[in-house]
């Protein structure tokens, strides 16, 4: 089931593999980064974006394996759900270097893939990680929203229209704001369950 769909994720994890006109190819090679693809189901009705992968990530090939995995994996948990049952990407597939944020040269070269893994999977409900995820889907399908804080958004419903159709987007804080915030442990784990409808 859904072969067609997970054979054409292959396709875009190859074409990313090769992606030598990225910005971010030199800096891979250099350190012997692997890119980072997304992963999870193809079916999957919920889409988790996140902004671009750190060090652990680049070092494993998998988006979200470092300390704000460990809180992906315990919101996921919440809502009775296994990675496995959601799929999960990133802005970028390249690390940055040192972490910095992702510049608008990278996020263009990596936004045709990111929009087509979207095509392919067709969630219902986009959780956008983040301001740069955020940022993203609301700019391309969005009639609102667009250059609002995540303060002003972050736990809200907004309507999208994706090329598959109407699609929920829920910005949500990035997992790893909670390292600099403590606060927000709570409010990240509360704004989660609003994708629990879309399970
Ligand atoms: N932060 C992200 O935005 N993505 C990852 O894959 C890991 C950390």
Not at 70 to 96: F, G, M, W
Not at 123 to 135: H, K
């Amino acid at each position: 089931m859904g072969t067609d769909k997970a054979e054409e994720l292959k396709e875009i994890a190859q074409e990313i593999r090769e992606l030598k006109e990225s910005p971010l190819y030199p800096y891979r090679r250099r350190h012997g980064y692997l890119p980072v693809p997304g992963v999870g189901s193809a079916e999957a009705d919920i889409m988790l974006i996140g902004e671009a992968p750190g060090r652990q990530e680049a070092e494993a090939g998998r988006p979200f394996v470092g300390k704000a995995g460990e809180v992906l994996d315990q919101l996921l948990e919440s809502l009775d759900l296994d990675r496995e049952d959601v799929y999960i990407t990133n802005v970028v597939k390249d690390r940055p270097p040192g972490n910095r944020d992702p510049r608008a040269d990278e996020i263009e070269v990596y936004a045709p893939f990111l929009l087509r893994e979207i095509a392919i999977v067709e969630p219902v409900a986009i959780g956008s990680l983040g301001r740069f995820a955020t940022d993203f889907v609301l700019k391309r399908y969005a009639q609102r929203g667009h250059g609002r804080t995540m303060d002003d958004l972050h736990g809200r419903v907004l309507r999208g229209d994706a090329p598959h159709g109407e699609v929920r987007i829920v910005p949500l804080y990035h997992p790893a704001a909670v390292f600099y915030n403590r606060e927000l442990e709570e409010i990240i784990q509360e704004d989660f369950q609003v994708l629990a409808q879309y399970v």
